[in-house]
Nanobody, 115 residues
């Protein structure tokens, strides 16, 4: 199992940018999937983007062209660069990872976009 810690959330105006980082510790050599999710109040948690151990990357339609996921294996981190943020991007953002079939969550970081 891995431990995940997100950082980089905050308050930003519409059109601005934020960079979220997820640091992993523990059984990091066995991570096969890392993803970024978000959950707005009253909404279900949704998958925004993921990157696999083979380098496959995917984005949900609502963030394509605005968000970019990247990994730094040397630092055991995965980042989510978020540009052109909109008020509807306001949510708690979580990273998740799969290790030997076990899913782990980070504690989440709040992103608030003001209009």
């Amino acid at each position: 199992q891995v431990q995940l810690v997100e950082s980089g959330g905050g308050l930003v105006q519409a059109g601005g940018s934020l960079r979220l980082t997820c640091a992993a510790s523990g059984s990091i050599e066995s991570i096969s999937f890392r993803g970024w999710y978000r959950q707005a109040p009253g909404e279900q948690r949704e998958l925004l983007s993921f990157i696999t151990e083979t380098g496959e990357v995917n984005y949900t339609d609502s963030v394509k062209g605005r968000f970019t996921i990247s990994s730094d294996n040397a630092k055991n981190t995965v980042a989510l660069q978020m540009n052109n943020l909109k008020p509807e991007d306001t949510a708690v953002y979580y990273c998740g990872a799969v290790t030997r079939g076990v899913f782990s969550w980070g504690q989440g970081t709040q992103v608030t976009v003001s209009s």
